[in-house]
C-alpha cells in the first residue's frame, strides 16, 4: 500500500505552513467531521493546531463548521484569530461564490493566503477546510483547487465508502494530481448505520489499486458526529481508535 507521512522530510512539500487541506469528493460527505476528528486528535497529542473554514456558507440556522470544530477540540480562540480561521461567512446555504456575490461582495484568494500565513505564525499546524467539493467555484474565476495551490498543503481527501464512491473518488484524484497537489490520503466517512458490507470493503480496495492512494481508515457512523456540539471526550471508542490510527498513519 503507498504511504505518505507529514514529517520534517516533507518541509518542501508543505511549503511556509504544516497542515493539511481536507475536501471532499462532494457537499455533506464527512469533511467537518474529519476536520474537528483530526484538531481534537492532535490537541490531545499536544499538538497546538488550528481548524480553518476559508469560505463558509449556510450559517444561518446551523452551527458554524468552524464551531463544530472548535467545540470538538474543546477549543477558545480570540476574536481576532476566529476571524482569521472563517475569513469569508454568508447566510445562505450555496456555492460560496454565489453566497459572496448575494451579500454583494467577492472571495478573494489572496485574503485567505494572508489570513492563513497569520495563523501559521501562531499555531503548530493548520487544518484547512473546503467547501463542497474540488471544483466548487470561489468567485468567477477561481475555484477551491485554486485555494489549494496556494496555501500549497498536502490533500486528505474524505469519500463516502458505500455505491458511487469509485467514480467520484478516482475523479477527484485524477483532478488534484493533475494541478501537481501531493494527496496525503482517502478517509471514508460513514453516514448511515449499519456494519460495513463486501461492497465498501471492495471500494477500498479497488481505489487504492486505480488510484495508487491509501485509503487511511473509515470513521465508522456515530450519531453524535451529527450533533451540533460535539466533545471528542464523549465519543465511543471505535470513533476515537479509528481517528488516531489516521493520525498515526498521516505521522503528524
Sequence with gaps: MPTFCLTANHASVRGIMNGLFVTGTDTDIGKT???ALLLAELHRRGTDAAPMKPAQTGCVGNVPDLDYSLSMAQ???????????????????CSPHLAAEMAGTEIELAEIVIAARTLASEYEFIIAEGAGGILVPLNHRETMLDLMQALKLPIL??????????NHTLLSIRALRSDGLNIAGIVFVASKPGEPSFIEEDNGNTIEHFGNIPILGTIPYCAQLAEPNPNYNDLPIPVVAEIEKIVNQLGV
Design 33 to 35: 467531521a474529519l476536520s
Design 75 to 93: 477549543m477558545e480562540v480570540t476574536e481576532e484569530n476566529y476571524v482569521n480561521m472563517a475569513p469569508y461567512t454568508f447566510e445562505p446555504a
Design 157 to 166: 481527501l474524505a469519500a463516502r465508502p458505500g455505491l458511487g464512491t469509485i
